[in-house]
């Protein structure tokens, strides 16, 4: 079965406090994708993987930095957070497999 | 430019009653047209999939959609609901380039009462 997984699931942090969301897949597939879901706009895409080594801009990638330096693994990185990011991410591998979600509260 | 507008925020229906969630699209390139459903607290779970071939396609727990490009809809229904269906549902299109296309509309909240 596809499998994604992320944690944290839950992160409360401070403004300016560099973290790290980590994302694995089970599928040893080439593409991968961060996405933020916040109440009334949806899931927005922040960035995604053609591959290893290969990483592109989503539609909302201000503020997060991505790697991709194995196939299972796509971190999401924030350097220094601020209170606009409190949201909902999903690591996936789209279109078939979600992660479970990690709800982010930035004080 | 992509596009999806899935229409209404809220949709209730009485439990056995017909479920019908609207998504409209925009896309300038023959779409990939998706149904996802987000249980509380959970993850987005594929329901079902429009590649080409049949333009009606049918998914998990009993729902189904239908292709219409000259209204360019996509829209899910389930001949009856269930208390379990009540969940939010995102529409999603992407175009035949790949995934990393991939754009959500805006949710509809299915509420469903006894």
């Known amino acids: 079965e596809a499998q994604v997984t992320q944690n944290p699931r839950y992160l409360i942090t401070v403004t300016g406090k560099k973290l790290t969301v980590t994302c694995s897949q089970n599928?040893?597939?080439?593409?991968m994708s961060w996405y933020r879901q916040d109440p009334g706009l949806g899931l927005r895409q922040i960035y995604y993987s053609m591959n290893v080594e290969v990483t592109d801009k989503g539609d909302v990638p201000e503020g997060y930095k991505v790697s991709r330096k194995e196939k299972r693994n796509f971190p999401l990185i924030l350097e220094s957070p601020s209170p606009n990011q409190t949201s909902l991410y999903f690591c996936?591998?789209?279109?078939?497999?979600f992660g479970p979600g990690t709800r982010l509260t930035v004080t | 430019a992509q596009s999806v507008t899935q229409l209404g925020s809220h949709v209730s229906v009485s439990e056995g009653a017909l479920v019908l969630l609207r998504c409209n699209y925009s896309s300038s390139v023959p779409p990939y047209l998706f149904w996802y459903v987000q249980y509380p607290n959970q993850g987005l779970q594929l329901l079902l999939k429009?590649?080409?071939?049949?333009?009606l396609v049918k998914g998990i727990n009993g729902f189904e959609a239908e292709f219409k490009k000259s209204e360019t809809s996509f829209h899910l229904t389930k001949p009856s609901a269930h208390m379990s269906d009540a969940a939010e549902y995102f529409c999603?299109?992407?175009?035949?380039?790949?995934?990393?296309?991939?754009?959500f509309g805006k949710g509809t909240m299915l509420l469903v009462s006894p």
């Open positions: 599928m040893n597939h080439e593409y």
């Open positions: 429009y590649t080409t071939g049949a333009t």
């Open positions: 999603a299109v992407s175009d035949q380039r790949g995934y990393s296309t991939l754009t």
């Open positions: 996936a591998r789209p279109p078939q497999a």
